[in-house]
């Protein structure tokens, strides 16, 4: 099956034009003049892609840390929560004693 791809490759175009591109780095004493460059929107996006992927792929190394993260500031929340209830459960049943009284 290899050989097979290796013979179908060098009958190719695209070995063409990979050999048509070393003779011209070979012409020029093997300085690589870039002809063709992606824009900067092609790169990020390429990038982008594979950096999801390498995240889709390892899951447990990437999303750990967001996982523990979003853990600690749901705990941070209740407890912000939880103390300002308690804190501020004073003043309310003191403004409803006032209003109690003028009634």
């Not at 190719?12 to 460059?37: H, L, W």
Request: hydrophobic residues 45%; proline residues 1%.
């Amino acid at each position: 099956m290899a050989i097979l791809n290796i013979k179908s490759y060098r009958s190719s175009a695209t070995s063409q034009q990979v050999a048509q591109q070393i003779a011209e780095i070979r012409d020029t004493g093997g300085v690589v003049v870039k002809k063709n460059q992606a824009s900067f929107m092609t790169q990020s996006l390429v990038l982008t892609g594979r950096c999801f992927v390498n995240m889709y792929l390892d899951l447990g190394y990437y999303c750990f840390g967001s996982i523990q993260a979003r853990g600690s500031m749901l705990m941070f929340i209740a407890a912000f929560l939880t103390f300002m209830a308690i804190g501020g459960f004073p003043f309310f049943k003191r403004i409803r004693r006032s209003l109690e009284e003028k009634d």
